[in-house]
Each structure stands twice: as structure tokens, then as C-alpha cells.
């Protein structure tokens, strides 16, 4: 990066670098993100006639495509700049242009409190990366999110430099595996690592005599007298192959061997999901406020937890034990349910034989308020009586302590936090979507976001959870680093400044094993092709309700039913851009002629709105559609359907050819992405975010920029007329998108996943502890210095309300 600097200042360039900063500070403002900066170098490129190659392969337009961020302080001009995915670098440019000078992080951050006027000296430091400069990292940013393929070839690497001490460690992992404290696998007959060499070739003797279908309880004693107990198989075959498995570990370790040996292990019987906020049931809450993708989620995940914790109990030989997997969804118990479920304490999930959902209230606090539902946004002060009491739930319920913890969202990873630190469980993170990276400048004025947002607490939560946890799941790649053009959510939280609050100097180690991608699946039993057999009447019904019924919950009445339907599928945020969709087809009068444009959503009017960002959102969208005239081409549904009946919404689309569109500025990865897709859907996605990972679209025609609606419109018309041209296209990327997702994004596959890493982390953090208690401690620290106090402060908010609702009331 020196030399690329060093050539801008020394050459021609130099005099346009001085013209662009000139016409930067003209416009007022000092500060700019990326798409603002390429906006500005572009224009300057046409006024000033630079020839083509110019802007992009020019010293200066390298420069320019590398800043993500640039600040005109007093006397001088920050780049932030990323020459390379996962790695950032501040200069500093001074004043008379005469050189760059390499900043710190520290630096940085001080010249972006200065710029909101909240400058504060001797300010807090948060510094994580001495906990992880001993641990092993990835160095290629190319295998980032793939930890768990890094991590079998370094413990591979460890078991041929010193076998003797990894054949003690491989067995003391294993002896120490039971289930209600009787011994699996390794009884106490086996006293070291070298005698179990020596048994293992005495039980594969005995195994060669049997046949490989021969139940293990024939030969269970046999076994037991050499020392080893149940766990290696149900079949003489099944156990054969797993310690020849072993053998082949201890004498040629690699890393293929490893994995297929480590996922035969039975460690893994009982497992708590954590899903807190939103109504958490089965039956009429989709839709509600906060209430989608993640229920939809933690629900197909037990479902699938359980078949597959079944399937591996069987084939280790414990169902003659009596050994069943138990999973429980963790959530809070609302007492004014609104006629839902989510006052019962337990609640069987569907179609399971040993899942739950298990709700527990939100401690001894003001009933007026935690007797209600409560916003992810308001939801923290609750949180830490709800882990204690929540741990004791769990403790009785699964007899014994859970096997794994799974948070999901940052209020589900901050208690899957608390309660993994106090069991001594092995914890695994789920962001979904973390808010930091979907508000821009959210840290930098989270003052005057803080009584609507409370993202000191929010963003606070996720710096401990994150860093406490033994392993995080993403759904894509971008999650983590982003691509380069855009900054990663997880590298959204490496260095970044709170104003008057605390400084992150270095908060996430983007390059540890922990992170990995599991995508999710979908449930095929609701979302599945529109070519598969299908109820007629249901099909008929859904048809009606998109095209035809009048209903005070419906808007609009179309001129020509015919016409090829945009479909889309949406909470009403400012996020999810529903209005940015109505726009674009507003002012495409080419997409008005040839598509009318069907919205789903949970509501239509702006009373029925949970908050005043909402209703601002549903007000909006019905002054667009007023204002291009749009009664006659527009079809808005603004009622909760069950899952089923949105299934066949997809495929009723389908079966008119249609196509689906998510226009969201930002989607951390979208749930409705897959479920259109998988249903036979063509379909167009927003750039920013984990769309671009799972539409497969070299060409560019599939991607959509939301903040440009001409663009967007031109691809949609693309498609079209590339349908016209070829009659059979529109099949061919329908059939094409429906396999992606069913091949790459199924629950078996993350399923399987998700127990591999579960397993190896655990004998990971055995077999070679890191620094983690002194981490530990650290974020320890920062719940009680820093989000303790926030917390409070809401609190103290929610109980000014109460008292000045009661004050109302009487």
C-alpha cells in the first residue's frame, strides 16, 4: 500500500488527488463511505475528460477503489483503506499533500470522535487480540469461515510431532465421555493411551470372528472385559470400523480420518437452543412483530437436531441403553400471549419425539412490563435473571447438564454466554443478522439513537458473545468479511469507536477457527418445487387471495390478473425496502406494461403499526403507490398466513411464471431467498449482503442495487425479455435455482455440520486449552463495567413508563 501511496504523491496524479479532496470539501460535509467517494471520483473523471482506464487502473483509482471510509479533519485527510478482505489500514494524508503517514487504530478512532464533536481523553480501550496471539489463526483470507478444516489439519500436524503425548490426550477425550455418569467407550480397565493400542488390536481380533451384521449386545461383555463399554457401534461392523477408525488416527493422522472418526463419537445427547425475543411458538406468530426467520429457524433446526442425534445414538448401539437425544428451545414465557402459546411453560415441538420449547418468565420485575411482550431492542435489562433462572429450568428438565448451547441473535448469544460460562458447556453462536452493520453510523451517534435502539447494551452483548464463544456459525462467507467492495458484519465489530462510551481498538479476531459457515436448510415439507403434486384447493385458495379477493386487508385490484407477477415477501422496515421495490416499479412504466407487482406482509395500515418507524414504513408505501397511480397493478396483502399457505404462495406465483424480488438495503442472508428459490422462483436479490453467495451469479443479472431503481428495473426487464426471446429461459433458471438450494441449503447437511464442530471444539478446548479463562474474565469485566450499567439504564427507563402509564390510568 506504501508503494501505491507513494506513486500517487510523485506523480501527475497528484494534482487530481488535490482536486478531488478540494471538491469533497466543498460539498460541506467531512465525512464519506465508499459509494460517496467512487460517486465523486467518477464525477470528477467525466468533467475533467480522463480517458477510460482512468478511474479504474489509474495509481489514484486504485487508491480511491481501496477507501472505504475518508474524513477531512482540520489539518489533514484519513483513508481508511482495505487493500484486501479482512484488513484495514488508516493514513493519514497531510495538509500541503507532501506524504502519507501509516496511522494507528487508536488514532483513527480519536479523529472520528472529534468529527461528531465527542471527543473524551483517557476514554476506555477494548483490546481482545492478546487472547488470541497464541492461538493458531488462518492466514490465507480466502479460508476464512472454514475452521473446522483448519483446525483437523493443525491437530493432525500436533499428532505427528508428538504422538506419545496426543495418544495420552486422544484417550483421556475419550474416557471422559458418559451419559448420567456411567462410562462410555473406555472403562477404567484401559489405564493409559498405550494399553488401549494394545486392546484395540485384541477387540478387532475378537470383531474379525463375527459377522459385520451381528447386534452388539452379543458381544457387548466380550468387550466390556477388555475395557471397552457401549458407544463404538450397534453391529460388529459398525464397531470394527470405528476403532480400525482410531488406529488409523493414532498411526497416520489425517485430517479426513480425524472428522470421519470424531462424528462416529456419541458426545452429544442433549442440546438448549436459545431464541428469546419475538413470539417463539408453533401456531399463529409468524408475522407478528419481530416474529419470522429466526422462529422459522430454531424450530427446523430441533426438528433436524433430534432426527440426526437419533440416527447417531442408533448407530453407536445406546438406544439399548435407553438413551434418547432430549433438544430444548430456550425462550421467554409471556403471560399476555395475545391468544398465542407462548404462556405455557412447555410446549412439544411438532412432529418430534423428545424436542420442546421451554419458556421461562422474565424474573421479578414490573408486570406491567415483563408480564408483555418486549422489543429485541429493550429486551437487556431482563436478560441476566433470565439466564440464572433459566439455567435451573434446564437443569431439571434435561436431568442433568446440556451437551451444547446454541444462541441465536444477540440477546440468545449473551444468555447462551452466561449459561455455557456457568455449566462449563460448549457454546455456539448464531448472529442472523447482527444491527451494527444494517445502521450506518450507528455506533459513531449511538447517543442519539440510544432511547429508540439502546445499542450500547446491543452492540456490547455482541462483543462478549462473540469473543466467549467456542465456535459461531454464519450462513455465508460475506457474513464475517464481506467481499471487496464490502465490510464483513462480523468485521464491523474489529475496530470501531463508541463515542464517550469506549473505544474497540481490536474486538474480533477474524481469522480464528471458530468462525465457520453452516447455511441453513429449508423445510421441504412447506417450501418445495411447484412441479410436485400439490392441494388443489389450497392451490385455488391462495390463487384467489393473491389475485382476486377483496378484503379490507387487501389492497388493490388488478387491471390485468394476466400479467407476469413480482412477488415479495417482507416484514415493513426500512431495512427490508419495500417502498424501494413500490418506487422502482412506480417509475418503470416498461415493468407496469408487463408485470403487476403482489406484496405480502402482516400488515396494511399504519394503526396496526408496533412502533412509529413502522407505521412511517406502511404510510410510505401507500403515498408511492398513490403517487404512481399503482391501484391497478399492485396487489399488497397485509395479513399473517400460516407457513403452509405461504409455501403455496411461492409456487401459486410459480405457476404464472412470475418471479420473486428481495430489495432490502441489507440482508444478513434471507430466509425468503431460499424459500423462492426452492419453489421453482426466479429471483432477484440485493448485492449487500448473503443474497450473493446464494444466487450463483457470475454474469451480475440476478444481483440487485436497491439505492439504484433504474438499474434494478433494467435487470428485471432483462430477464424478461430474454423469456420472450427463449421460451424455455425462465424454466431453465427456475429448475437451475430450485437444485442449488435444494443440493447446497438442507438441514441434513447443516445439521451434520453443526454436531461435527460441536464435537471437535469440545475435544479442541480439552485436548489444547487456550487462554480462555483470562478471556474469559476480560468479558467478565466488560458485563459488569460496561453492559450492567446500560442495561440499567433502560431499566430505569421502562420503569419511568410504567409508572407514568399507571399515573394515566388512574
Known sequence: MHDLLETVLNGDEKTTLHQLIDELSASGKRYFLRNEILQAFSDYCHQSHQPAYFYHSSSIGQLIHYTHELILAEDSTWFVVRPKIASQEVWRLKSDLSGFDLMTPQSLLEVSDRLVNRYQPHILEIDLQP???????????????????????????????????????????????????????????????????????????????????????????????????????????????????????????????????????????????????????????????????????????????????????????????????????????????????????????????????????????????????????????????????????????????????????????????????????????????????????????????????????????????????????????????????????????????????????????????????????????????YTQNRDTNLRQQIYDLLFHREDAQILGHLENPQKQPIFAITPITSIKNLTGLAECFGKSQALQERCNLILLTSKLHPEAAANSEEAGEIEKLHNIIDQYHLHSHIRWIGMRLPTCNIGEAYRVIADAQGIYVHFARFEAFGRSILEAMISGLPTFATKFGGALEIIADEENKFHLNPTDLEDAANKILNFLQQCDSHPEYWQEVSESMSQRIRNKYNWQLHTNQLLLLAKMFSFWNFAAPENNEARDRYMETLFHLIYKPRAEKILEQHMHRAVGKLGMSN
Not at 409468524?286 to 416474529?291: F, K, P, Q
Request: hydrophobic content about 40%; some cysteine; charged content about 20%.
Open 131 to 529: 487472547f488470541y496471539q497464541s492461538s493458531p489463526s488462518i492466514s490465507d483470507p480466502r479460508n476464512i469461515g472454514q475452521g473446522l478444516a483448519f483446525l483437523n489439519r493443525y491437530l493432525c500436524n500436533q499428532l505427528l510431532t508428538d504422538t506419545h503425548y496426543w495418544l495420552e490426550v486422544i484417550f483421556q477425550a475419550l474416557y471422559r465421555l458418559t451419559y448420567d455418569e456411567k462410562p462410555l467407550l473406555i472403562s477404567d480397565r484401559i489405564p493409559s493411551g498405550l494399553h488401549l493400542t494394545k486392546q484395540i488390536k485384541q477387540a478387532l481380533k475378537l470383531l474379525h470372528q463375527r459377522h459385520p451384521d451381528e447386534p452388539y449386545k452379543n458381544f457387548r461383555g466380550e468387550l466390556q472385559e477388555l475395557g471397552f463399554e457401549p458407544g463404538w457401534g450397534n453391529t460388529a461392523g459398525r464397531v470394527r470400523e470405528t476403532l480400525e477408525l482410531l488406529t488409523r488416527l493414532i498411526d497416520s493422522p489425517q485430517p479426513a480420518i480425524l472428522e470421519a472418526f470424531v462424528a462416529r463419537i456419541p458426545a452429544i445427547f442433549r442440546v438448549a437452543l436459545v431464541s428469546i425475543h419475538g413470539w417463539v411458538a408453533q401456531q399463529d406468530v409468524l408475522g407478528r412483530d419481530e416474529t419470522l426467520g429466526q422462529v422459522i429457524y430454531v424450530l427446523e433446526q430441533a426438528r433436524s437436531l433430534e432426527n440426526k442425534l437419533q440416527a447417531e445414538i442408533k448407530l453407536a448401539g445406546l438406544d439399548l441403553l435407553g438413551i434418547q437425544p432430549h433438544v430444548i428451545i430456550l425462550t421467554r414465557l409471556i403471560p399476555n400471549c395475545e391468544g398465542t402459546e407462548c404462556n405455557l411453560k412447555l410446549e412439544k415441538v411438532q412432529n418430534t419425539e423428545n424436542a420442546w420449547i421451554l419458556r421461562v418468565p422474565f424474573g421479578e420485575f414490573n408486570p406491567e412490563i415483563t408480564n408483555n411482550w418486549i422489543s429485541k431492542f429493550e429486551i437487556w435489562p431482563y436478560l441476566e435473571t433470565f439466564a440464572s433462572d433459566a439455567e435451573t429450568e434446564l437443569l431439571a428438565q434435561f436431568h442433568g447438564r446440556p451437551n451444547l448451547i446454541i444462541g441465536n441473535y444477540s440477546d440468545g448469544n449473551l444468555v447462551a454466554s452466561l449459561l455455557s460460562r456457568s455449566l462449563k458447556v460448549t457454546q455456539c453462536n448464531i448472529a442472523h443478522s447482527l444491527e451494527k452493520p444494517k445502521h450506518l453510523f450507528s455506533n459513531l451517534y449511538w447517543q442519539d439513537l440510544e432511547e429508540q435502539y439502546h445499542f450500547s447494551a446491543q452492540f456490547t452483548a455482541d462483543l462478549i458473545s462473540m469473543n466467549t464463544a467456542d465456535f459461531i456459525i454464519t450462513s455465508s462467507y460475506q457474513e464475517i468479511v464481506g467481499t471487496p467492495d464490502t465490510m464483513g458484519q462480523y468485521e464491523s465489530y474489529k475496530c470501531f469507536t463508541m463515542p464517550q462510551l469506549y473505544h474497540v481498538v481490536d474486538g474480533i479476531d477474524l481469522c480464528s477457527p471458530k468462525f465457520n459457515m453452516v447455511p441453513p436448510g429449508v423445510d421441504e415439507n412447506n417450501f418445495f418445487p
